[in-house]
Structure formats: C-alpha cells, structure tokens
C-alpha cells in the first residue's frame, strides 16, 4: 500500500512507522537531486504557511522559508517577541486563527504541549521545529546524511556523546530504533534519557533490528561507533546557572581525538550544530573566562576534521524539511 501522509502533523518521530520515515527519506533525496540539478518543484503554489518561533534560530528558520519559496508557497515568520500568543493569547485561540489564513504552522518553543495543542486545535499540519523534549526534523536530515556517507541505515553503531535526556538525544534515540540503527547514550548517569522512553524505544528496535543501549563509560561508549554525535551542553532557554554543573558533569564526554580514535576507522562526527568549538561565539569567550576551557562538546579539531559531516546536516535539514511539508501539504 502506498504512503499518504497528506493532512497529518509532524510533532515527534513516536508518531511515524519505519514506512513513513522511509518514505520521507527517500522523498527527500528525490529533492535534494531537484534543487541540485535546477529542476523546478514549485509543487504548493497559493499555499502559504507561518513559521512561530518562540526560540531562536539560523537552519530551522532559514530550511522553512527556503523549502517553502522553493515550493512555491508564501512564507510568513513571526519571531520571539512579535506575536500575542501565549501573552495575550492562548495557544489554541492562536492556533484557530492561524488555521484560518495558513495551510501549514512551523513551531519552535519550549514545550511539547504547545505544538501538539496548535496540531490540535488549528486542523492544519503543524511541524515541529523543536521543543525541549524532541527535534524531529533534525533528526531526518542526520539520517539522510548517515545514509549518504554508509549507503544505509540498519546496523549502523551510533553514539550519542552528552546530555543524553535532551532534545537531540531523545529524538535521536527514537529515529535510529525506529530506523534499525544500533543506539548508545554516552553519558553520566544523571543525563541518561527517561527510562520510559528507553523502554519504548527497546520496544520498536526489537522489530526493527537496532538496540539501545545506555553507559557511562566513554571508551564502551565510543569503542567501534560508526558515528560519533553531540550537542550543545547547555541547551536553549535553559538558565545561565546550570552552565557550572553541566561542565562539570559533561568535560569528560568532549568529543576530542581520544574519543574518535576508540570509534571505528572512518566514522563521522556528527552534530546539530550550532557549537560551542572554538571562542569565535561571545557565549564560547564567557564560558572560557568564566570557566577556563576554550572547547566545550567537541575540539575544533574533531570540528573540523576529515570525519566532521556537520555541514552536510545542516544542509539536510532544508531538504529533509521540504520533504516533511510537501508530503503533509500535497
Ligand atoms: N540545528 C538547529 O536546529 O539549528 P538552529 O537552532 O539554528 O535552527
Ligand atoms: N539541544 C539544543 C539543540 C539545538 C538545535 C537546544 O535545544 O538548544
């Protein structure tokens, strides 16, 4: 039977079989050939969609508008502070009006609630952009990008270096159980992801043929990986104050020579971006005087080594989101 996911929302990978993502991925490799042969795809023209972003950005924001113009639609942003939702207007009444003028909402914010709740209440497709808990749009493009560099995903040793209960290490973990991909968490016990998330990933990989597995220890962790992922370690909205813990918790899982070197010959490194790898970003020089380390989740090294297909992610994401939005729009 044939894939139709034309009408739903796309809120968090748990929502997708293994079909739906398949077909996503191969739907957007079919675009990413499109944009780089100069084939016109203006396949939504007179829709328009609105992009809600609570957080900031630079990929996500920039994926949506350049995947929106490309397929033909008109693109609305409305950034952090210009809005009335959630100040002087609730999320479902926001979401009720811009259900009337759009035919699909991006969301970026805080919570998991607000973006199902728009899904809700707006009976249009809404996108998840990220929120605290998932990322899964993101996830899509690292996907792609893994299937590009190894030529598949089954089997494929992916280990996830960090705060592992965060945005990224929770979604990452969903879409390589649903995608059969072998999962570690590397991280201190305290930022392992929530055990009923471990157990229902540890449910689908059963039937898929990955595996989830969660240490502590970093040389387990990153002995024979095929891929190496991290992310920030202090993530978006979260308070100054958590900075001194988080880099006490997390300086011995830094993604440094030592790390890739227990990894199999030829791994990637992977990362969401953006990064904290050298002390060209104002945050990167305060944390190094306020802390003295100039590198934090990966050294400039790893960065930009040979293995580091970060760009290629980052690319991925406006093919992997154009995807997402024809399918649920078309
Ligand atoms: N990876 C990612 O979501 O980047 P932005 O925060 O720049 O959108
Ligand atoms: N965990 C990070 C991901 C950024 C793409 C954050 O939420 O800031």
């Known amino acids: ?51 809600l972003f609570e957080k900031t950005s630079t990929r996500t924001r920039c994926a949506f508008e350049v995947a929106g113009m490309d397929l033909g639609m008109g693109v609305t942003y409305l950034d952090p502070g210009s809005s009335q939702m959630g100040k002087k207007e609730s999320i479902s009444d926001t979401a009720k009006v811009l259900g009337r003028m759009y035919d699909g909402i991006e969301f970026r914010g805080f919570s998991q609630e607000h973006v199902e709740e728009l899904a809700k209440s707006s009976g249009v497709p809404v996108w998840n952009g990220l929120t605290d808990s998932f990322h899964p749009t993101q996830i899509l493009a690292d996907l792609l ?81 095929d891929v190496i992922y991290t992310d920030v ?54 944390i190094s005087e306020r802390f003295g380390i100039d590198e934090m989740e990966v050294t400039d090294e790893v960065f930009n080594s040979k293995a580091s297909v970060v760009f290629d992610e980052a690319e991925n994401r406006m093919h992997t989101i154009k995807a997402v939005m024809y399918a649920t729009l078309k």
């Open 145 to 225: 990008t893994i299937e590009e560099k190894f030529g598949g995903l089954k089997g494929v040793r992916f280990t996830f270096m960090g705060d592992a209960r965060n945005n990224m290490g929770n979604s990452l973990m969903v879409g390589c159980a649903k995608m059969g991909l072998h999962f570690t968490a590397c991280a201190p016990a305290e930022l392992f992801p929530d055990e009923k998330l471990v157990e229902e990933c540890r449910r689908i990989a059963k039937k898929t043929g990955g595996s989830i597995r969660l240490t502590d220890d970093v040389a387990v962790g990153a002995g024979g990986a």
């Open 233 to 286: 370690w202090v993530s978006l909205g979260e308070p100054d104050d958590v900075w001194e813990q988080r880099i006490s918790l997390l300086k011995r899982y830094q993604v440094n020579r030592k790390v890739m070197n227990f990894a199999a010959p030829g791994a990637l490194f992977m990362h969401c971006l953006p990064s904290f790898h050298d002390l060209n970003t104002t945050i990167g020089q305060s």
């Open 1 to 51: 039977m044939g894939i139709n996911l034309s009408g739903r929302s796309f809120l968090k990978l748990l929502d997708f079989t293994p079909e739906e993502m398949r077909y996503l991925l191969d739907l957007s490799a079919d675009f990413k050939r499109m944009k780089r042969c100069g084939t016109p795809h203006r396949y939504l023209e007179g829709k328009n969609i609105v992009l």
